[in-house]
C-alpha cells in the first residue's frame, strides 16, 4: 500500500514536497504491482519561520502534520496493510512511529544522524533532529507528544558519515548511547548484504524501515538537498535493504529526501522506482 507525505519541512516547498508526485508519474506504484491510498493533505507544511520557543520551523504545523500521518499508518496497518510512505522529508518519521507498537525495531538508514534540536540546528527544520525527537531527545514541538516513540537501544542507525565540522561534531556528540550505529565506512567495510542480513534475522518483534535517499553516494544520486561523499553506492544500498524490506516482521517502510528540483529530466527518480522495485520485488 503506498502514501504519500509529501511534508517538507523547510516551508519553502522544496522539491522533496513533489517527489511522492514525481515517483508515481515514473511508474512505482505499477512497477511494484502496490494498492493505492492516496496523499495525506495535512502533510504539508507553509510556515518558514522559526518558532522562537522551541527554534523549529513552522512548529505547530508540524504537529498537525504528525498527526495526520500517524492517524493514516496507523489505520493502515490495523488494517494489516504494509504501508510504503513516500516523503517529502525525515520530518515525517515522528508522525509514523506515532503510530507503531510499542517495543517497535527502527531501521535508520540515512547519511545523517538527525539528532540535532531547536538550538543546535543550523536550519531549524525539523528534518535535523526527526531522531532525536523519536528517541525522546529532541523537542516535543515537532511532534507533539513528549517523550520516546521509540526506544534508543531498538535504533539501528545505518550509513552515516563521521563529523567533519563543528555543526557535525555537536550532532555526533548527541546521539544517545544506547542506539547501534553502523556508519558508512564501517558498512561497507563489514558488507552492506552481511550487515543487512543480520539485521533482518535479530530479532522477532515488528520493525520499521526508514531509508532516506541522501544516503546514497552523490556520484549515484546527486538529487538530494543535503548530499553527503563517502556513502555506499545504489550496489551497496540495494544489498543492504533487499533483506530489510522483505523481512516478515517489517510492518511498513518510509523513503525521503528525493529532491526533484535537483532532476530536471527526471532520470535520478527513474533510478529511484527501478532500485525500490529491485529491493521490493525482485
Known amino acids: 500500500m503506498i502514501v504519500d507525505a509529501p511534508l517538507d519541512?523547510?516551508?519553502a516547498g522544496r522539491g522533496e514536497e513533489r517527489a511522492p508526485a514525481a515517483l508515481r508519474r515514473a511508474g512505482l506504484r505499477e512497477a511494484l504491482g502496490a494498492d493505492d491510498d492516496g496523499r495525506i493533505d495535512e502533510a504539508r507544511l507553509r510556515d518558514p519561520n522559526r518558532d522562537p520557543a522551541s527554534g523549529v520551523i513552522g512548529a505547530a504545523g508540524l504537529v498537525r502534520a504528525g498527526g495526520a500521518i500517524a492517524a493514516r499508518i496507523g489505520a493502515l496497518i490495523a488494517d494489516g496493510h504494509r504501508p510504503l510512505v513516500l516523503g517529502g522529508d525525515c520530518a515525517i518519521l515522528p508522525g509514523i512511529c506515532r503510530a507503531l507498537p510499542p517495543?517497535?525495531?527502527?531501521?535508520?538508514v540515512d547519511a545523517h544522524p538527525d539528532f540535532l534540536d531547536g538550538t543546535t540546528s543550523p536550519t531549524?527544520?525539523?528534518a535535523d533532529m526527526d531522531l532525536s525527537v523519536v528517541t525522546g531527545n529532541g523537542p516535543a514541538a515537532a511532534v507533539g507528544p513528549g517523550g520516546a516513540l521509540i526506544e534508543p537501544n531498538r535504533v539501528h542507525l545505518l550509513?552515516?558519515?563521521?563529523?567533519?565540522d563543528e555543526s557535525s561534531r555537536v550532532e555526533e556528540a548527541r546521539i544517545d548511547p544506547a542506539i547501534h550505529q553502523v556508519n558508512a565506512a564501517e558498512l561497507l567495510r563489514r558488507g552492506a548484504a552481511t550487515v543487512g542480513a543480520g539485521l533482518a534475522a535479530d530479532g522477532?518483534?515488528?520493525a520499521w524501515l526508514h531509508l532516506d535517499l541522501d544516503v546514497v553516494d552523490p556520484r549515484d544520486l546527486p538529487a538530494v538537498t543535503y548530499p553527503e561523499p563517502d556513502g555506499p553506492r545504489w550496489a551497496d544500498l540495494i544489498a543492504l535493504?533487499?533483506?530489510?524490506?522483505?523481512?516478515?516482521?517489517l510492518l511498513g517502510m518510509s523513503v525521503t529526501d528525493l529532491n526533484t528540483d535537483e532532476d530536471p529530466d527526471g532520470r535520478h527518480t527513474r533510478r529511484v522506482v527501478e532500485v525500490l522495485t529491485e529491493m521490493l520485488v525482485g
Open 159 to 164: 550509513g552515516h558519515r563521521p563529523a567533519t
Open 204 to 206: 522477532d518483534g515488528p
Open 241 to 249: 535493504v533487499t533483506p530489510l524490506a522483505r523481512a516478515d516482521r
Open 124 to 126: 531549524g527544520e525539523a
Open 103 to 108: 517495543a517497535t525495531d527502527l531501521w535508520f
Open 9 to 11: 519541512s523547510s516551508g
